[in-house]
């Protein structure tokens, strides 16, 4: 937000499969066009026009369940966002990092005369986003409360107080914390394990789409001359 108005970078981007807009660890301008380093299947796209929005978009549900979702805290209700891209926007629109999940949601562009290939491609990747938003809610939330009851639990056995005189939070050192991630990592292995296994096929399935819908668009377009 800049002087009380709301700013948009327009971004002509490549995406490599396996590369996407989640972790925006870094962008490298090369030859005109901006790359993105970071890691998701959903927002594989091939020369989109992409725009980003500042105001976070909500993630949906999703119809894909991992053997231990049940056990994971409820996500607090997100902030709705009211924005509706220009009506002559013709890319997608990518918002800021979720507040939960930390992943950047997308809003979809929508051809006007969509196919049902098109349409099967979209609606994958928007599945694929609630799925990966949900995931990543519900492991960023558990990791955070075991992450608080283990710290109280060791300063408990100490005798030290969660906070001092000053009221700075007491810290564990570098070497029980280690215990912790370990444990962590240890027990979420076969939600992790499921979790890659479902990003590789729900990722080949969209690179797939994207490759009929490029053959589609190729056909209808020297297939005619």
């Known amino acids: 937000v800049h002087g009380g108005r709301v700013q948009f970078l327009r971004l002509r981007a490549l995406f490599n499969p396996s590369l996407g807009l989640c972790g925006m660890a870094a962008l490298v301008r090369r030859r005109g066009f ?3 380093l970071g890691g998701c299947p959903y927002l594989v796209s091939s020369c989109f026009g992409c725009r980003f929005l500042s105001s976070s978009v909500s993630g949906g549900s999703s119809r894909g369940e991992d053997p231990e979702r049940k056990s994971a805290p409820s996500p607090p209700k997100r902030k709705v966002s009211h924005f509706h891209p220009p009506s002559d926007s013709c890319c997608d629109w990518i918002g800021p990092p979720d507040q939960y999940s930390n992943l950047r949601p997308v809003i979809f562009y929508v051809p006007k005369h969509e196919t049902p290939l098109e349409r099967r491609l979209r609606e994958l990747r ?5 799925w990966n938003q949900q995931f990543w809610t519900n492991q960023n939330l558990s990791f955070r409360k075991e992450k608080e009851e283990f710290i ?9 107080q969660p ?3 000053k009221g700075q939070k007491a810290s564990l050192t570098v070497e029980e914390m280690a215990e912790f991630y370990k444990d962590f990592l240890s027990k979420n292995l076969k ?3 499921y979790y890659n296994r479902e990003w590789y096929k729900r990722n080949f399935a969209i690179t797939f789409l994207m490759g009929q819908v490029a053959f589609e668009k190729a056909w209808k377009k020297f297939g005619r001359k």
Do not use: F, H, P
């Open 152 to 160: 109280c639990s060791r300063l408990k056995a100490k005798g030290i």
């Open 126 to 130: 928007q599945e694929t986003q609630a």
């Open 34 to 36: 901006l790359y993105s």
């Open 163 to 165: 906070r001092d005189e």
């Open 191 to 193: 939600k992790n394990v």
